[in-house]
Nanobody
Framework: EVQLVESGGGLVQPGGSLRLSCAASGFMFSSYGMSWVRQAPGKGLEWVSGINGAGSTIYAASVKGRFTISRDNAKNTLYLQMNSLKPEDSAVYYC?????????????????WGQGTQVTVSS
């Protein structure tokens, strides 16, 4: 059974940092592209960042230069380092598996998503 479990969310002041983690199990983690997707209250899904099976990364313009996606295939874990956080970054953050090794700049099908972790940026 595919499982994706996010952790690391919380409340942080503007300008602060958080590191999200996503523990994966039930599939060959290194063979799949992975993305982070977020949803703010009352808004639609926003794709944030992706990393393919080879480790190449892509970012949404809204987070480029502030967020860093990475993966540790030995630990079956996906990460999102978030720096210089802004109130508009507040959202539930989901990790999601793509159907293959590639990633796209749109959210993958909801077949394999985690339950999400809340990030709140507020003073």
């Amino acid at each position: 059974e595919v499982q994706l479990v996010e952790s690391g969310g919380g409340l942080v002041q503007p300008g602060g940092s958080l590191r999200l983690s996503c523990a994966a199990s039930g599939f060959m983690f290194s063979s799949y592209g992975m993305s982070w997707v977020r949803q703010a209250p009352g808004k639609g899904l926003e794709w944030v960042s992706g990393i393919n099976g080879a480790g190449s990364t892509i970012y949404a313009a809204s987070v480029k230069g502030r967020f860093t996606i990475s993966r540790d295939n030995a630990k079956n874990t996906l990460y999102l380092q978030m720096n210089s956080l802004k109130p508009e970054d507040s959202a539930v953050y989901y990790c999601a598996r793509h159907p293959g090794w590639w990633v796209t700049t749109t959210p993958p099908p909801r077949d394999y998503w985690g339950q999400g972790t809340q990030v709140t940026v507020s003073s």
